[in-house]
């Protein structure tokens, strides 16, 4: 039942040279999932530049192409996208297939629960491993009906079903949960309302409003009435914040390294490594700050700095879920310990990042103690080694970090699965000054 997972495929990282250059990542990997989403169902026709053309949100372009709606690709990063309206999709004959997209998935169990047609969301061995219970819980509360295997993928979504608005105060800071209960709530009558334990990221929230939907929020809140639609918008998606994470971590550590990251999307739900690498003492510039539909971009000049270990504020950790794989690495290289705390939800990510992480700077001789909910992380001088990514692309990224600054060559294994969120990382890091090539 499952999609076929890619390829074995490793990579060796070794020392380079300091990291130089003007650098454009791609596209930010949740705005470029929602904006197809919100476009394939708003009335009119939506253009969206900048778009990821990564795999994870390739695959939820390709599952709105499956229901009927026309997606065209003018240029690479380029869609036009044909809206067919709120209840304008058509049936699919066969499972869609999410790949390794847990945002696909869970955002997509909330808009195909309201659907009238029943629908199956299937994805990669990864995705089968992580929870959807946290969006299948208030969905059914909402009326909807799906089916797992003990709250894991596949889903099986049975359409026609009314839903109602709820009030739902979530116990755990996830913006892929919360967007799942609007999504639904589109559809949904009367009013639906999400309450967040630590705010999270507010992309559905903007860009619903961008699509002229009359959504209410503010930091940790959501009011979303029903009964409205959705108008065609033009979205220019910032470049990813998490994506230039690893140059941020890279340029810091390596000596004599001069980077800028053009056009980053500084959303502040998305920017806490920003302000745990300064704490660390990282010397990170924002500079030509601006705005653009709605969001707020810099570009950040990154140069050498040594790092010091510190706790991490619990408070910022959701806004930097996604880079801890990254800042493992630089605390591996930090002067004394960095404690995480709060941070149990790496636990349910690409992989078990936690685990993945100590096992892979273990094999390259830094100490670190794991927690339920974090690690211990002593800095300490890398050596060579083999670690496994576990098919993760952000533990991939963070080990090829860790290669630079080995004192021989790391192999990683299984790397396949950054094309999932940064299809061109190695050449874009080998022009910067990495070495990095396929094993
Ligand atoms: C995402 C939310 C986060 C993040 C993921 C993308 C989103 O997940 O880790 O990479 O686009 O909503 P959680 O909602 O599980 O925290």
């Given at each position: 039942m499952?999609?076929?997972?890619p ?5 060796i ?13 791609p ?10 989403m ?6 009119g026709t939506s ?6 053309e ?8 390709a ?5 009927g ?23 699919p004959?066969?499972?869609l297939d ?9 955002l997509?169990?909330g ?13 990669d ?20 009906k ?16 009314e ?8 116990e755990i800071?996830?913006?892929?949960v919360?967007?799942?209960?609007l999504?639904?709530?589109l ?7 999400v ?7 507010d ?11 009359p ?9 979303l ?9 033009h ?9 230039a994470?690893?140059?941020l ?16 999307g ?16 990282a ?24 790092l010091?270990g ?6 910022a ?11 493992f690495?630089?605390?591996a290289?930090?002067?004394g ?5 709060g ?10 990042r ?5 096992a892979g ?8 103690e794991?927690?339920?909910d974090?690690?211990t992380?002593h ?11 576990q ?6 990224m ?11 060559e790391?192999?990683i294994?299984?790397?396949a ?7 061109a ?8 000054g990495?070495?990095?090539?396929a094993a």
């Amino acid at each position: 039942m499952n999609a076929k997972d890619p390829l074995q495929q490793d990579w060796i990282a070794a020392r380079g040279t300091p990291l130089h250059g003007v650098l454009d990542v791609p596209g930010d990997k949740s705005v470029s999932h929602r904006a197809i989403m919100l476009a394939a169902l708003a009335d009119g026709t939506s253009q969206i530049d900048g778009f990821l053309e990564g795999e994870d949100t390739r695959a939820t372009a390709a599952i709105f192409e499956r229901l009927g709606v026309k997606i065209e690709v003018p240029a690479s990063r380029t869609r036009i996208v044909h809206g067919v309206g709120l209840d304008g999709l058509s049936a699919p004959h066969s499972p869609l297939d999410c790949g390794n997209a847990g945002t696909g998935m869970r955002l997509l169990a909330g808009l195909f629960a309201a659907q009238a047609f029943d629908s199956v969301l299937i994805g990669d061995s990864s995705l089968t491993r992580r929870p959807m219970r946290r969006v299948l819980d208030p969905l059914s509360r909402m009326g909807a009906k799906i089916a797992a295997h003990d709250g894991f993928p596949p889903l099986r979504i049975t359409g026609g079903q009314e839903l109602q608005g709820i009030v739902y105060s979530s116990e755990i800071a996830s913006a892929q949960v919360k967007s799942a209960v609007l999504l639904a709530g589109l559809y949904a009558k009367g009013e639906t309302r999400v309450q967040e334990p630590h705010p999270t990221r507010d992309y559905t929230e903007r860009m619903l409003q961008a699509f002229g939907w009359p959504v209410e929020f503010s930091p940790g809140l959501v009011r979303l009435p029903g009964g409205h639609r959705l108008t065609a918008a033009h979205v220019s998606v910032p470049a990813d914040f998490s994506s230039a994470a690893f140059f941020l971590v890279a340029a810091s550590l390596i000596p004599e390294s001069d980077v800028t990251l053009r056009r980053v999307g500084m959303n502040p739900r998305r920017t806490g490594l920003l302000r745990v690498l300064r704490e660390m003492g990282a010397q990170i510039e924002e500079t030509d700050a601006g705005e653009e539909g709605g969001e707020a971009l810099a570009d950040l000049r990154v140069r050498h700095a040594p790092l010091h270990g510190i706790e991490i504020p619990r408070d910022a950790v959701p806004d930097m879920i996604d880079e801890f794989p990254a800042l493992f690495v630089a605390a591996a290289c930090a002067k004394g310990a960095t404690v995480v705390r709060g941070a149990a939800e790496l636990r349910v990510k690409e992989s078990d990042r936690i685990a993945t992480m100590a096992a892979g700077l273990r094999a390259l001789g830094i100490e670190i103690e794991e927690a339920a909910d974090g690690a211990t992380i002593h800095g300490g001088t890398l050596r060579g080694g083999s670690l496994a990514s576990q098919g993760d692309h952000r533990v991939a990224m963070a080990f090829a970090i860790a290669g630079q600054l080995a004192e021989d060559e790391v192999r990683i294994a299984d790397v396949a699965n950054v094309a999932t969120s940064f299809p061109a990382f190695d050449s874009l890091a080998r022009k910067s000054g990495f070495n990095l090539r396929a094993a």
